[in-house]
C-alpha cells in the first residue's frame, strides 16, 4: 500500500497510468471494430480516448522547465556522446511539450481557433527527434557494453584453433548474437529503455504519415511503452542512468 501511495503521488506516474489507459482504448477499439462491434461502444471508446489524452496534456503542463533542466545537467557529462545525445533528447523533449501545451490550450478552449492540426504536427516532429536521439544513446550504450564483454572473454579464453574459412562467419555470427543477448539478459535497464523507445518511435511515425500500421498495432505499441515507463517508475533501478 506504502509503495502504491508513493507511485500515485507522482505525477508523472499519473500520466504514465493515464497513457496506459488511452492506448488500451485505442487497441480496444481496434479489436472491437475488427469483431464488427456498434458504432455507440466505438464512439464511447474513441471519446474516453480523447479524454484522457487531454487529461495527459494537462499534467504535462510545465513539463518543459524540467526538460530543459534537464538539458543543463546533462552539459557536465564527461562522456561526449552521452552528452550529445542526451542535451539533444532532452531539448527536443522540452519543444515537444512546449507545443503539447498549446495543443491542450487550443483544446480546452483557452485558445480557440487554434491550429490544431499544425501545432500536432510540430510536436509529434520533435518527439520523433527525441526518440530518435534516445534510441542512438541505447545503441551507443549496447556497443560499449559488447566491446567490454568481448575484450573480456577475450583474455579469459584460453587460444585454440582458428576455424575453417567456410564456417568461420556463421560461427562469428553466432558468437555474437549469443553476446549481444548476454549483455542485454545482463543489463535490464538498458534493454527496458531499448524496448520502450522502439515501441514509442512507431507512434510519431504514423501520425506524421512516414509509415503506416493499423490502430491496433499503435494501441499495442503505446500501451507497451506505457506499462515498461510504468515498470521503471515502480522499480527505479530499471531506469537506465546517465
Known amino acids: ?12 506516474a499519473r500520466e504514465r497510468l493515464l497513457r496506459a489507459a488511452q492506448y488500451a482504448c485505442v487497441l480496444a477499439g481496434a479489436a472491437l471494430s475488427r469483431a464488427g462491434g456498434g458504432s455507440g ?6 471519446h474516453l480516448e ?9 499534467l504535462r503542463l510545465g513539463g518543459s522547465a524540467e526538460a530543459l533542466g534537464g538539458a543543463q545537467r546533462s552539459l557536465h557529462l564527461p562522456d561526449p556522446v552521452l552528452r ?4 539533444l533528447s532532452h531539448l527536443n523533449r522540452a519543444l515537444f511539450l512546449a507545443c503539447d501545451n498549446v495543443l491542450w490550450a487550443g483544446k480546452s478552449g483557452v485558445l480557440p481557433g487554434l491550429a490544431l492540426e499544425k501545432w500536432s504536427q510540430r510536436a509529434f516532429r520533435y518527439y520523433l527527434f527525441a526518440l530518435l536521439v534516445n534510441l542512438s544513446r541505447d545503441a551507443y550504450e549496447l556497443r560499449l557494453l559488447l566491446e567490454r564483454a568481448g575484450a ?4 579469459g579464453r584460453s587460444p585454440e584453433k582458428p576455424p575453417r574459412a567456410e ?18 539478459r545482463d543489463n535490464p535497464p538498458l534493454l527496458l529503455d531499448l524496448l520502450r523507445n522502439a515501441c514509442d518511435l ?8 512516414l509509415c503506416r500500421s493499423s490502430p491496433a498495432v499503435v494501441g499495442f505499441c503505446g500501451l507497451a511503452s506505457s506499462l515498461l515507463s510504468i515498470l521503471t517508475i515502480l522499480h527505479p533501478w530499471l531506469k537506465l542512468k546517465p
Do not use: D, N, Y
Open 167 to 184: 564456417g568461420s562467419a556463421r560461427l562469428r555470427l553466432q558468437l555474437q548474437l549469443q553476446l549481444l543477448l548476454q549483455v542485454l
Open 84 to 87: 550529445f545525445c542526451l542535451t
Open 1 to 12: 500500500m506504502e509503495a502504491w501511495v508513493r507511485f500515485s503521488a507522482q505525477s508523472q
Open 41 to 46: 461502444s466505438l464512439s464511447r471508446l474513441q
Open 152 to 155: 573480456a572473454g577475450k583474455r
Open 202 to 209: 512507431l507512434i510519431p511515425l504514423e501520425r506524421l504519415g
Open 50 to 58: 480523447a479524454h484522457l489524452s487531454l487529461g495527459r496534456k494537462l
